[in-house]
């Protein structure tokens, strides 16, 4: 009787519920009978699971008005509660997602309008009002006034398991602010949980159409540059006037701030700019952080996490097998336990279904990361209590106790079990079927009576899982039935094969008795009844058990050729080589080398040291390490070209370690490499040196103490000449760049007076405080005046070339370095006055009209004219020649050997100002070493180790094994993915695509073309 | 020796005096000259030490130990080496001067089926570029159109002439088509941006289904007696057709390789690959099936992030072993081609026997180009077209080249460079 009565509850609630919970608003009309309720209900005999820590067996919980009242073993049931019946069934806090963009409509969003390299300029932002000057800073955003409900997504939403979302509009860098709101199909009004619960930030900067910022780099600086100038904003200057987006991110900052990284260095550069103002954010990710996780741990940040695992690919087809990347197969392969990954780590870290191609894969790819290592407890914690915590929505969600908004779901069974299905998912005490199949527990054993006109038959029936009965007659007959709660249908066929009938029969289920109605294969139709006998023994269904895996290693980088584990630092001795000091002890014959603790401890003959590993140098030759003076690799973005002046930018923020250039130009002898910004603007961003320590991360690469350089850059590429579309952009002739520099310089100039004055008056006890804006962008110019900062200033002709050193001879600095500078042997005496370096190709010419005139004696003759000349690659591929680039100078000009290898040694660490450290074969520097199987200079050598601070990062030996070992794993990897297509395992191949190729990303300077292979996509053709 | 440095003294003397203009061709080779004493790398494997080469009228009269040279004019090549002149097998020479200056670029017409372009009438004998190749060698070039499906004709000529027509080598050699790509598309959600999931292999093989229907109208054109109308397109298709000119395939992929053979098959052409980074997978085919390739510039990045670090680089090795007959090309457009030698050199670090890599920029790439008849290596009765340096020829460190003849005559090797050189040189008196 006690089921019936609640199937009548049901019915009522599905037909008035509707109305029942839009609690009557005391502002708004009645258009009706007011109908007030108490919504009170209590839900009994229920396994309850408060939170992750807590289950209460046949328990009690009691909700009102959409709160918890009371729960527990023993609760009092409110005489006015409507009763629900739990037996058998779990109760669960409904699950929060903090990444989405729900009830609000994304229709202003255009696609990515980031533009590239040539595109037509915006110099100002297009949004029309009181706003601040770039159009991607939308703090002034509020999701909350956007927000309305959508009812069809919420319910895909509630049937995930969800009651609440955290929701914003994904537009722009600074995105304002999130609302927080529940997925119940209630006024506006009521389903708003929290206004401004939430302040958002992004990389993107989505629909602006402005061209600042157009690279990853600009979008730190802009983010740094708005924090300084919000700071500045709270002193009221009159010059700002009214600026509401400096308003809103005022306001915005006392929120959680949430960064969307969406990927591992990602992660670690969203939490470094937090880190210079004080700011901890919340940092979704993108579900690669396993692969760096010890870096992600150490950020501190909680983070959002989405469960887009890759998918698997068609196996079938060996010659487009080649282009799949092992990077990409081993992701496929790993992805599922990045959030196993992160547990073990001790990283707090909530779930989201944000970034899945359907959301219908989200509780499957929950089951498969704990299948894959995450405990199911951090996984309810990470739906639950974790994403409420971090918006500090605790206290209301997030787990089950009394005061709580009732937010929970009625389960079969322990939430993340294989068969366990979610019945009900109550939002603020608002019942939402999810699924109705197997509320009710109608398996057993049956007595079937049949009755024909007046004649019976009696038969057993045995109702089984998944739909399945048997009929028990003289045979055994398998048949089906349905049952949606309420009305049961069942059938199963008479005879066999294809001449098989069926018997149907139709009706509905009382407590213990099946009744109704039914017809046999000859049409007649009968009435039926089903006695229960005894339930049917069940397997216990858990989930499954994590098996082994048998998952590849991570590797470092996450790239073939990456380590296991990192290499480590030992003592050794070369013996026996032919060694190039790049000394002025020159060419040592029949020479050791002692390394130890990373640096030259000695050189000479016949050295020894007890706890040294012997290296045989015989035959062999010995260089310092080769230094690329410009280089683009190992950077997410190289060019910020959305104004003439970036000085603000910085490659240091985008380093991208997981670049097989480091690898490839390891192998051929680069042990240090300057990371230069591109030359899409006269001054562009600063640079960052890095040796080339494969495996490590973005912030191990970089070359410790060395000064600071930024990259300038003149010419055609500056001024836009290539454009087909022309330029609107300042300038556009070499009379503007020069006028470019003076300007920024000039007020460079007055910026540091303004700041000397304001630091003077500041310390004048009763003086009104002078407030300077800070500004990025004059503070790097600031140290270039000061001789903080130094300038490698890419440069063709020599017009541009004497007026730019004119300039800094103005301003009181020297330009330290002229890169590429084709025509440098044209104006060599005059650099040499000046006391510039030069930096050069060996013979590239006549790509371009500024390098008609390009000659491949430049280097030779500068060098003759007692300039410091090296030679530079600016070109992922050639550096892996440097030697050979330099063994050019021979050729043309008449170098001699030793001249021509200090051009990529010796001389490119003293214009890094390294020389101190790196660049020669000296006691007491770094053991950045090359052993060449011949000559540097000859066109044979190879080298053979490549070696870093005392670590052999490249062996031409293990190299070779290497190779190997990457097809073996790529082959097990392959073959794991066609297995699974033969086994046919559902939610794996249902997304199955074809194979994908691995295109590389390679950035270049946008100055000329580069051979870099089939697969290369050039970054400014996405990005720039 | 002394001669050869009075021409060298002397053409600087000229070219300082009148500028870069004044760098004449030179005249018909006019009386017997012998370079004695040479080691002689012959081009086709075999290397003559102490040798001497004799040429008259622009041929190879006699070549190696023991050659009489009495009264002719002799250069001693003692400690030098001496070369047949290298052959730019696949390039642009002539046809662009400045890369992004698109005034200076008659590399590529507008239209996807161009079978009748002609890349020899728009050479330009007076670019730049050309004096500078050959200091480093290189003495003939396959000057190649580029642009849509089928770009038009090939034609080799010889670097020291006064107008195409002069510098035309063997007009015509190969008609050029375009392998539209059958790569696989693909998304890949990665760092920074996805590529579009069209389904470009589709896109590609359907483009492949149109260039056949071409070949097929074209083939049925030309059977007839007479035809209506002129076609100029398809008639421009009959030395193809007629098996005196070859298909030049430009591809990169196995499987844009293997349609090419099977296209090749349909219609009976003679092939070869131009690129083919990948055809080291698939050498032993190349080699049963007589397929040639043209190897561009080895000085690139691996195709895949996976491949062997230095897989171009050892790409020529795997070739050479597997029997197939390739050469090796520098289509470089930021050094101009120059560095041919030295893409041979890097074969040469990563296995290719020396005289292999010779041969993969001389002898191989004459045979493909098909004028081994008359050139690719030092033997007799091929034309003077030598090369001397001082040392290795593929190597940086040593290549210095102190001579050269085209057709017996000797040619100057200032160019543009060497003057700016000379110029800044006398500026800063450096010596």
């Known amino acids: 009787m006690k089921r019936s009565f609640y199937r009548i509850i049901f019915c009522y609630l599905f037909i008035f519920g509707y109305q029942s919970f839009t609690f009557s608003q005391e502002t708004f009309p009645v258009n009706d009978v007011a109908n007030p309720r108490q919504e009170c209900y209590a839900f009994i005999n229920a396994k309850i699971v408060s939170d992750s820590k807590t289950t209460i067996d046949s328990a009690t919980l009691v909700i009102r008005k959409g709160v918890i009242t009371t729960m527990g073993k023993n609760a009092t049931i409110p005489k006015d509660a409507v009763l629900v019946d739990c037996k058998g069934k779990y109760i669960y806090p409904s699950f929060i997602d903090l990444y989405t963009d729900y009830g609000i409509s994304t229709k202003s969003i255009n696609s990515e309008n980031s533009g590239n390299f040539n595109r037509t300029t915006q110099i100002e932002s297009n949004t029309k009002g009181a706003y601040g000057w770039n159009e991607a800073i939308k703090s002034q955003q509020q999701a909350h006034t956007m927000y309305s409900k959508n009812e069809s997504k919420a319910k895909t939403m509630r049937s995930l398991g969800f009651g609440a979302t955290l929701s914003h509009l994904k537009d722009g860098i600074a995105r304002g602010?999130?609302?927080?709101?529940?997925?119940?199909?209630?006024?506006?009004?009521?389903?708003?949980?929290?206004?401004?619960?939430?302040?958002?930030?992004?990389?993107?900067?989505?629909?602006?159409?402005?061209?600042?910022?157009?690279?990853?780099?600009?979008?730190i600086s802009l983010l740094r540059q708005t924090y300084y100038d919000a700071k500045w904003y709270e002193s009221k200057p009159k010059e700002e006037g009214i600026n509401l987006s400096l308003e809103s991110w005022l306001a915005n900052q006392s929120l959680p701030q949430i960064f969307e990284a969406n990927d591992k260095w990602n992660v670690l550069r969203a939490d470094r700019i937090g880190d210079e103002f004080g700011k901890q954010y919340i940092i979704k990710g993108s579900g690669n952080e396993y692969q760096r996780v010890k870096e992600i741990k150490a950020t501190n940040a909680a983070l959002i996490i989405p469960l887009n695992y890759a998918d698997a690919m068609e196996t079938d087809d060996v010659n487009d097998l080649r282009f799949v990347g092992l990077d990409d197969l081993k992701h496929w392969e790993l992805g599922p336990a990045n959030p196993g990954v992160l547990e073990k780590e001790g990283i707090v870290f909530s779930l989201t279904t944000s970034d899945l191609k359907s959301e219908s894969d989200f509780l499957g790819n929950v089951k498969k990361a704990i299948e894959f290592g995450l405990s199911e407890a951090k996984a309810l914690d990470a739906l639950t209590i974790v994403p409420a915590a971090m918006i500090g929505m605790d206290s209301k969600l997030g787990s089950l106790s009394t005061g709580k908004i009732a937010n929970f779901l009625i389960t079969s069974g322990p939430i993340f079990a294989e068969k366990t299905v979610i019945h009900q998912n109550w939002v603020q005490g608002q019942m939402f079927e999810v699924k109705k199949d197997g509320w009710e527990d109608i398996k057993g054993n049956y007595s079937m009576m049949i009755s024909n006109q007046g004649l019976t038959d009696s038969f057993k029936v045995v109702v089984n899982e998944n739909g399945n009965a048997q009929f028990i007659q003289k045979d055994t007959l398998s048949g089906k039935y349905s049952f949606d709660g309420s009305l049961i249908k069942m059938s199963y066929p008479v005879g066999k094969g294809e001449?098989?009938?069926?018997?149907?029969?139709?009706?509905?289920?009382?407590?213990?008795?099946?009744?109704?109605?039914?017809?046999?294969?000859?049409?007649?139709?009968?009435?039926?009844?089903?006695?229960?006998?005894?339930?049917?023994?069940?397997?216990?269904?858990?989930?499954?058990?994590?098996?082994?895996l048998e998952l590849g290693a991570v590797t470092f980088p996450f790239l073939s050729y990456g380590w296991v584990e990192k290499p480590k630092q030992?003592?050794?001795?070369?013996?026996?080589?032919?060694?190039?000091?790049?000394?002025?002890?020159?060419?040592?014959?029949?020479?050791?080398?002692?390394?130890?603790?990373?640096?030259?401890?000695?050189?000479?003959?016949?050295?020894?040291?007890?706890?040294?590993?012997?290296?045989?140098?015989?035959?062999?030759?010995?260089?310092?390490?080769?230094?690329?003076?410009?280089?683009?690799?190992?950077?997410?973005?190289?060019?910020?070209?959305?104004?003439?002046?970036?000085?603000?930018?910085?490659?240091?923020?985008?380093?991208?370690?997981?670049?097989?250039?480091?690898?490839?130009?390891?192998?051929?002898?680069?042990?240090?490499?300057?990371?230069?910004?591109?030359?899409?603007?006269?001054?562009?961003?600063?640079?960052?040196?890095?040796?080339?320590?494969?495996?490590?991360?973005?912030?191990?690469?970089?070359?410790?103490?060395?000064?600071?350089?930024?990259?300038?850059?003149?010419?055609?590429?500056?001024?836009?000449?290539?454009?087909?579309?022309?330029?609107?952009?300042?300038?556009?002739?070499?009379?503007?760049?020069?006028?470019?520099?003076?300007?920024?310089?000039?007020?460079?100039?007055?910026?540091?007076?303004?700041?000397?004055?304001?630091?003077?008056?500041?310390?004048?006890?009763?003086?009104?405080?002078?407030?300077?804006?800070?500004?990025?962008?004059?503070?790097?110019?600031?140290?270039?005046?000061?001789?903080?900062?130094?300038?490698?200033?890419?440069?063709?002709?020599?017009?541009?070339?004497?007026?730019?050193?004119?300039?800094?001879?103005?301003?009181?600095?020297?330009?330290?370095?002229?890169?590429?500078?084709?025509?440098?042997?044209?104006?060599?005496?005059?650099?040499?006055?000046?006391?510039?370096?030069?930096?050069?190709?060996?013979?590239?010419?006549?790509?371009?009209?500024?390098?008609?005139?390009?000659?491949?004696?430049?280097?030779?003759?500068?060098?003759?004219?007692?300039?410091n000349v090296a030679i530079n690659s600016d070109d992922a591929e050639m550096a892996r020649r440097l030697n050979q680039e330099?063994?050019?100078?021979?050729?043309?000009?008449?170098?001699?050997?030793?001249?021509?290898?200090?051009?990529?040694?010796?001389?490119?660490?003293?214009?890094?100002?390294?020389?101190?450290?790196?660049?020669s074969i000296k006691v007491g520097k770094d053991a950045d070493l090359v052993l060449w199987s011949d000559n540097p200079l000859s066109i044979y050598a190879k080298p053979e180790k490549t070696i870093v601070d005392g670590i052999v990062y490249f062996d031409r030996v293990e190299d070779a094994k290497m190779r190997v070992a990457n097809k073996a794993e790529k082959n097990r990897l392959i073959q794991k993915m066609a297995s699974l297509k033969k086994s046919g395992k559902g939610g794996d191949i249902k997304n199955m695509t074809r194979a994908r190729p691995r295109f590389e990303f390679v950035n270049s300077c946008g100055d000329h073309e580069h051979n870099h292979g089939l697969l290369e996509i050039d970054s400014d053709e996405l990005a720039e | 020796m002394k001669k050869i440095s009075y021409i060298i003294i002397f053409s600087i003397y000229f070219s300082c005096l009148f500028g870069q203009e004044t760098i004449l061709p030179a005249l018909p080779q006019s009386e017997k000259i012998a370079l004695v004493n040479g080691t002689i790398h012959v081009g086709n494997g075999s290397v003559i030490e102490n040798g001497s080469v004799v040429f008259e009228k622009g041929k190879i009269i006699a070549v190696g130990l023991n050659v009489p040279t009495n009264g002719m004019k002799t250069i001693d090549c003692k400690g030098k080496h001496i070369y047949p002149g290298l052959i730019l097998p696949a390039s642009k020479l002539g046809l662009i001067e400045v890369n992004s200056?698109?005034?200076?670029?008659?590399?590529?017409?507008?239209?996807?089926?161009?079978?009748?372009?002609?890349?020899?009438?728009?050479?330009?004998?007076?670019?730049?570029?050309?004096?500078?190749?050959?200091?480093?060698?290189?003495?003939?070039?396959?000057?190649?159109?580029?642009?849509?499906?089928?770009?038009?004709?090939?034609?080799?000529?010889?670097?020291?002439?006064?107008?195409?027509?002069?510098?035309?080598?063997?007009?015509?050699?190969?008609?050029?088509?375009?392998?539209?790509?059958?790569?696989?598309?693909?998304?890949?959600?990665?760092?920074?941006?996805?590529?579009?999931?069209?389904?470009?292999?589709?896109?590609?093989?359907?483009?492949?289904?149109?260039?056949?229907?071409?070949?097929?109208?074209?083939?049925?054109?030309?059977?007839?007696?007479?035809?209506?109308?002129?076609?100029?397109?398809?008639?421009?298709?009959?030395?193809?057709?007629?098996?005196?000119?070859?298909?030049?395939?430009?591809?990169?992929?196995?499987?844009?390789?293997?349609?090419?053979?099977?296209?090749?098959?349909?219609?009976?052409?003679?092939?070869?690959?131009?690129?083919a980074e990948d055809s080291w997978q698939i050498a032993d085919v190349l080699k049963t099936h007589n397929i040639s390739v043209i190897l561009n510039s080895m000085h690139s990045l691996p195709t895949m992030i996976d491949d062997d670090v230095d897989q171009p680089y050892k790409t020529p090795a795997m070739l050479q072993k597997a029997g197939v007959l390739f050469a090796i090309n520098d289509n470089d457009e930021h050094n101009r081609y120059r560095n041919l030698p030295f893409n041979a050199g890097t074969a040469c670090a990563f296995g290719l026997a020396k005289e292999e890599a010779l041969q993969a920029i001389t002898?191989?790439?004459?045979?493909?180009?098909?004028?081994?008849?008359?050139?690719?290596?030092?033997?007799?009765?091929k034309h003077a077209n030598l090369v001397v340096s001082s040392g290795d020829l593929l190597d940086m460190r040593t290549n210095d080249v102190q001579a050269a003849f085209i057709q017996g005559r000797q040619v100057d090797l200032a160019n543009k460079q060497t003057h700016l050189n000379e110029k800044y040189k006398t500026k800063y008196g450096i010596k």
């Not at chain 1, 001249?899 to 040694?905: I, Q, R, Y």
């Open chain 2, 363 to 381: 002898l191989n790439t004459a045979k493909i180009l098909g004028i081994s008849d008359i050139t690719g290596s030092v033997e007799i009765g």
């Open chain 1, 499 to 548: 001449k098989s009938k069926d018997v149907t029969l139709s009706g509905v289920v009382m407590d213990k008795l099946l009744l109704g109605k039914g017809m046999d294969v000859d049409g007649k139709e009968f009435t039926w009844t089903g006695q229960f006998l005894s339930p049917i023994e069940m397997k216990s269904d858990s989930l499954k058990a994590p098996k082994d």
């Open chain 1, 177 to 219: 602010t999130g609302v927080f709101v529940s997925l119940a199909d209630n006024a506006d009004n009521y389903s708003i949980l929290k206004d401004k619960a939430s302040a958002h930030y992004s990389f993107s900067k989505g629909s602006s159409s402005q061209s600042y910022p157009s690279s990853i780099m600009g979008v």
């Open chain 1, 570 to 867: 030992s003592d050794f001795i070369i013996k026996n080589a032919t060694v190039w000091t790049s000394e002025k002890e020159g060419v040592l014959q029949n020479t050791d080398v002692l390394v130890s603790n990373g640096k030259i401890k000695s050189i000479g003959k016949g050295l020894n040291s007890p706890q040294a590993t012997v290296i045989d140098g015989t035959g062999k030759h010995l260089s310092a390490g080769i230094i690329d003076e410009h280089s683009h690799i190992v950077a997410s973005s190289i060019n910020e070209g959305g104004q003439s002046i970036t000085s603000e930018v910085r490659i240091a923020d985008v380093l991208f370690p997981d670049d097989m250039n480091i690898y490839r130009q390891l192998s051929g002898g680069v042990t240090t490499s300057h990371i230069l910004h591109g030359s899409a603007n006269t001054i562009g961003g600063q640079t960052q040196l890095i040796k080339m320590r494969w495996g490590a991360s973005d912030e191990e690469l970089k070359f410790a103490g060395a000064d600071p350089f930024i990259k300038f850059a003149l010419g055609e590429n500056v001024k836009r000449s290539s454009r087909a579309t022309g330029n609107n952009r300042f300038p556009d002739t070499r009379m503007g760049v020069d006028q470019v520099m003076m300007d920024a310089f000039t007020r460079a100039s007055d910026y540091q007076k303004m700041l000397k004055e304001a630091e003077e008056n500041n310390k004048k006890k009763g003086s009104t405080p002078m407030v300077v804006r800070r500004d990025l962008e004059l503070d790097a110019l600031v140290e270039i005046m000061n001789k903080k900062r130094f300038i490698t200033c890419h440069s063709y002709v020599q017009s541009e070339i004497n007026a730019a050193m004119k300039v800094a001879e103005k301003f009181g600095f020297v330009i330290n370095t002229f890169t590429h500078i084709l025509e440098g042997y044209k104006v060599a005496d005059i650099m040499k006055a000046h006391g510039a370096n030069a930096s050069t190709f060996s013979d590239w010419w006549n790509y371009k009209m500024e390098v008609v005139d390009a000659i491949a004696y430049n280097a030779a003759i500068m060098d003759k004219v007692g300039l």
């Open chain 2, 101 to 275: 200056i698109r005034a200076t670029i008659d590399a590529e017409e507008i239209g996807d089926f161009n079978p009748s372009m002609r890349s020899i009438v728009a050479y330009n004998t007076d670019s730049k570029v050309i004096n500078t190749l050959r200091p480093n060698g290189i003495l003939l070039a396959n000057v190649v159109p580029d642009g849509g499906t089928i770009s038009g004709t090939s034609s080799v000529v010889q670097l020291d002439a006064w107008n195409w027509e002069d510098a035309a080598y063997k007009s015509d050699v190969a008609m050029v088509l375009r392998m539209p790509s059958l790569l696989n598309s693909g998304v890949r959600v990665g760092q920074r941006g996805q590529r579009n999931d069209e389904d470009r292999l589709a896109m590609g093989l359907k483009k492949v289904e149109d260039i056949k229907a071409f070949f097929r109208e074209a083939k049925a054109y030309l059977a007839s007696e007479k035809p209506s109308q002129t076609n100029l397109k398809f008639e421009s298709l009959r030395n193809l057709f007629d098996g005196k000119q070859k298909l030049f395939v430009h591809c990169s992929i196995v499987k844009e390789m293997l349609v090419a053979i099977e296209l090749s098959k349909e219609f009976g052409f003679e092939i070869t690959l131009v690129g």
């Open chain 1, 886 to 919: 330099a063994a050019k100078s021979i050729k043309y000009g008449g170098l001699t050997e030793v001249e021509a290898l200090d051009m990529v040694t010796i001389n490119p660490a003293k214009m890094l100002h390294i020389d101190n450290q790196v660049g």
